[in-house]
């Protein structure tokens, strides 16, 4: 399928999709420009989109493939592709290979991971075979035990390795304690995490004759979001014109930013996708534009609408919805997420504010029943904390008045990312 013209793509969703037609409704019938439009409030949008009876969707749920993404497990959400769409979109990935460093004939592992609905493993090994350079794809996976896959490895001399800067970690820790030696490796391409300078670290001491780049910035909700930039900041990205169209916006007015080097949250339309439109989507995500090259952006981390924490992705309404369930007393007047990182790994703590003067007793058993809440509707958490992955959750409780606040419009940060980045 080829990038479809905006105009056509919104006037064919206001006709087709009830969500969009509500969301457009005050909106002159020829609005054609994405200024014109709101953003996508998420919340709303998953609210719509739900499994059955979407509003969301523009047609009947007939041909498609269907993926989780990020959510509660009391809530799960879905994204849909047709099979045009998926080939508009892993084709598109694919050309954006070869700016990673991708070289004809590479031997390429994916050690993302597969199945449950899960997209990347598919997604990355799709984008490998419609690559514009011939290479070797060895679909391993990023759930397989480390005493066969690095054997794997080794056998067929894999030059490439494919997979989240958590499961590339966990296989150079193996391969560094036990003295194996996998020296075909020269390329290291992570996606789904930040990769932070301790990994990098662990990373050079496994595979030190490796680079580590970006295998390109993606999502499977917002689909298609930036193509690597080669360089030395593996934090920059260009957009996929003219198959997407990423904007930055400014924090407090959602205007749009067009100077270099002030931040702001990206917002991603995609002109492929017909069946599950995305128009002005917040994909999670804050950068800022370099300047350094026409539409090319550096990611400065998470927005307020979720969280990655290590392997684990949250939204700021799950951590919401377990503060509620769990105080039925109403001690809690405000929360932010704080995500920092000690002793290699990544942690979470939930900050919360009290009104002044309330008494501290059952503080301990309120945070308790806060984290007990947030693991039961995300599990990878604690899996991943018994995996070793992150830090258990733990709480910090402060007063209104010490959590951040944004400080030209004075509304509260929901997500403090801590960690320091390079």
Same mark, same amino acid.
């Given at each position: 399928?080829?990038?479809?013209?905006?105009?056509?793509?919104?006037?064919?969703?206001?006709?087709?999709?009830?969500? =969009?037609?509500?969301?457009?409704?005050?909106?002159?019938?020829?609005?054609?420009?994405?200024?014109?439009?709101?953003?996508?409030?998420?919340?709303?949008?998953? &609210?719509?989109?739900?499994?059955?009876?979407?509003?969301?969707?523009?047609?009947?749920?007939?041909?498609?493939?269907?993926?989780?993404?990020?959510?509660?497990?009391?809530?799960?959400?879905?994204?849909?592709?047709?099979?045009?769409?998926?080939?508009?979109?892993?084709?598109?990935?694919? /050309?954006?290979?070869?700016?990673?460093?991708?070289?004809?004939?590479?031997?390429?592992?994916?050690?993302? +991971?597969?199945?449950?609905?899960?997209?990347?493993?598919?997604?990355?090994?799709?984008?490998?075979?419609?690559?514009?350079?011939?290479?070797?794809?060895?679909?391993?996976?990023?759930?397989?035990?480390?005493?066969?896959?690095?054997?794997?490895?080794?056998?067929?001399?894999?030059?490439? #390795?494919?997979?989240?800067?958590?499961?590339?970690?966990?296989?150079?820790?193996?391969? &560094?304690?036990?003295?194996?030696?996998?020296?075909?490796?020269? #390329?290291?391409?992570?996606?789904?995490?930040?990769?932070?300078?301790? /990994?990098?670290?662990?990373?050079?001491?496994?595979?030190?004759?490796?680079?580590?780049?970006?295998?390109?910035?993606?999502?499977?909700?917002?689909?298609?979001?930036?193509?690597?930039?080669?360089?030395?900041?593996? @934090?920059?990205?260009?957009?996929?014109?003219?198959?997407?169209?990423?904007?930055?916006?400014?924090?407090?007015?959602?205007?749009?930013?067009?100077?270099?080097?002030?931040?702001?949250?990206?917002?991603?339309?995609?002109?492929?996708?017909?069946?599950?439109?995305?128009?002005? +989507?917040?994909?999670?995500?804050?950068?800022?534009?370099?300047?350094?090259?026409?539409?090319?952006?550096?990611?400065?981390?998470?927005?307020?609408?979720?969280?990655?924490?290590?392997?684990?992705?949250? =939204?700021?309404?799950?951590? /919401?919805?377990?503060?509620?369930?769990?105080?039925?007393?109403? /001690?809690?007047?405000?929360?932010?997420?704080?995500?920092?990182?000690?002793?290699?790994?990544?942690?979470?703590?939930?900050? #919360?504010?009290?009104?002044?003067?309330?008494?501290?007793?059952? @503080?301990?058993?309120?945070?308790?029943?806060?984290?007990?809440?947030?693991?039961?509707?995300?599990?990878? =958490?604690?899996?991943?904390? @018994?995996?070793?992955?992150?830090?258990?959750?733990?709480?910090?409780?402060?007063?209104? @008045?010490? #959590?951040?606040?944004?400080?030209?419009?004075?509304?509260?940060?929901?997500?403090?990312?801590?960690?320091?980045?390079?």
């Amino acid at each position: 399928m080829s990038a479809q013209q905006l105009s056509d793509l919104i006037r064919f969703a206001r006709h087709n999709s009830p969500f =969009y037609r509500d969301l457009y409704a005050s909106l002159p019938p020829h609005a054609d420009r994405l200024t014109d439009l709101p953003v996508v409030d998420q919340q709303e949008f998953w &609210a719509a989109n739900t499994l059955h009876d979407s509003r969301v969707l523009t047609g009947p749920l007939s041909e498609a493939t269907v993926y989780k993404t990020g959510g509660t497990t009391g809530s799960p959400k879905f994204s849909v592709y047709t099979r045009d769409e998926w080939r508009t979109f892993v084709t598109s990935f694919g /050309q954006g290979l070869v700016d990673t460093g991708l070289r004809p004939g590479h031997r390429v592992a994916d050690l993302f +991971y597969a199945g449950e609905l899960y997209a990347s493993f598919l997604f990355v090994l799709d984008s490998l075979a419609h690559a514009p350079v011939d290479n070797v794809r060895l679909p391993i996976g990023g759930g397989a035990p480390l005493e066969t896959t690095i054997p794997t490895l080794r056998d067929l001399a894999a030059q490439v #390795l494919a997979g989240t800067p958590t499961t590339l970690c966990r296989l150079a820790e193996q391969v &560094a304690s036990t003295g194996v030696r996998l020296d075909s490796v020269e #390329l290291l391409l992570f996606g789904g995490e930040a990769l932070f300078d301790d /990994q990098r670290r662990l990373l050079a001491t496994a595979f030190p004759r490796a680079e580590a780049r970006s295998v390109g910035y993606a999502s499977v909700d917002a689909g298609l979001l930036g193509r690597a930039v080669p360089g030395p900041d593996a @934090r920059v990205h260009r957009a996929f014109t003219p198959y997407s169209v990423v904007e930055i916006l400014d924090d407090s007015t959602d205007e749009p930013v067009t100077e270099p080097g002030r931040p702001g949250r990206v917002v991603v339309t995609s002109l492929f996708r017909r069946l599950m439109p995305i128009i002005r +989507y917040p994909a999670g995500d804050r950068a800022e534009w370099t300047g350094t090259g026409p539409g090319h952006f550096r990611i400065l981390g998470r927005a307020e609408e979720g969280v990655r924490v290590g392997p684990v992705s949250l =939204y700021t309404q799950d951590a /919401q919805d377990a503060v509620t369930a769990a105080d039925t007393a109403g /001690q809690v007047v405000g929360m932010q997420l704080v995500v920092r990182r000690w002793e290699g790994r990544d942690g979470l703590v939930l900050r #919360l504010a009290t009104t002044p003067g309330h008494p501290e007793h059952g @503080r301990e058993q309120l945070a308790g029943a806060v984290v007990a809440e947030l693991e039961t509707v995300r599990p990878l =958490y604690p899996e991943s904390v @018994r995996a070793g992955f992150v830090h258990p959750l733990s709480v910090e409780w402060a007063r209104h @008045r010490d #959590l951040a606040v944004n400080p030209r419009s004075g509304k509260l940060v929901r997500v403090l990312d801590e960690r320091p980045t390079a």
